[in-house]
T-cell receptor
Framework: NAGVTQTPKFQVLKTGQSMTLQCAQD?????MYWYRQDPGMGLRLIYY???????DKGEVPNGYNVSRLNKREFSLRLESAAPSQTSVYFC????????????FGPGTRLLVL | KNEVEQSPQNLTAQEGEFITINCSYS?????LHWLQQHPGGGIVSLFM???GKKKHGRLIATINIQEKHSSLHITASHPRDSAVYIC???????????FGEGTQLTVNP
């Protein structure tokens, strides 16, 4: 089993460009999450999907949209990238959304110029 | 003040030393997680606990709910333990995790 996979691993964007970060899990988990990690700060939740067909805002949702394409896949879209979105993005999944262990993908390093 | 505070921020130890990383939080919680972030960036979950103590190999995690405090101990530390250790809590009313900034541990041979 691959666990949680993310693509791409690294991306450089110019301000105003758009892109979609892809995430997939093969553990049959119900819940999926997108986080960003910035220096000097803890991981912060951008959006989450408690179950297939639902999505909810996390702590820092502005400038992002998400799609829970099916039970396996959860994508994060930046419609108009800004330098403040330079960060490392992690996707995670868990069996449920109440306290269960989360399994993380390898991360996507995004640089917005 | 952050909801989750870790100390120390950085820790350097010699191989074989006993290591303690602390986590304090300011809200009521339903669970506390300890995670490890490898130098390459990957994050793995080490423990989830809501009371008492858990042990896995050389790692021990404890929590004191009354004092809102948890510790992660590493016995007989090894250079391969070098990583960032992250504490995260889940509040009693919400579903999301709140993360500490992490403790960078370096174990020298």
């Amino acid at each position: 089993n691959a666990g949680v996979t993310q693509t791409p691993k690294f991306q450089v964007l110019k301000t105003g460009q758009s892109m979609t970060l892809q995430c997939a899990q093969d553990m049959n988990h119900n819940s999926m999450y997108w986080y960003r990690q910035d220096p000097g700060m803890g991981l912060r939740l951008i959006y989450y999907s408690a179950s297939e067909g639902t999505t909810d805002k996390g702590e820092v949702p502005n400038g992002y949209n998400v799609s829970r394409l099916n039970k396996r896949e959860f994508s994060l879209r930046l419609e108009s990238a800004a330098p403040s979105q330079t960060s490392v993005y992690f996707c995670a999944s868990s069996e449920g959304w109440r306290g269960e262990t989360q399994y993380f993908g390898p991360g996507t390093r995004l640089l917005v110029l | 003040k952050n909801e989750v505070e870790q100390s120390p921020q950085n820790l350097t130890a010699q191989e074989g030393e006993f290591i303690t990383i602390n986590c304090s939080y300011s809200v009521g919680i339903s669970a506390l997680h300890w995670l490890q972030q490898h130098p390459g960036g990957g994050i793995v979950s080490l423990f989830m606990l809501s009371s008492g103590k858990k042990k896995h190999g050389r790692l021990i995690a404890t929590i004191n709910i009354q004092e809102k405090h948890s510790s992660l101990h590493i016995t007989a530390s090894h250079p391969r333990d070098s990583a960032v250790y992250i504490c995260a809590v889940r509040g009693t009313s919400g579903s999301r995790l709140t993360f500490g900034e992490g403790t960078q541990l370096t174990v020298n041979p």
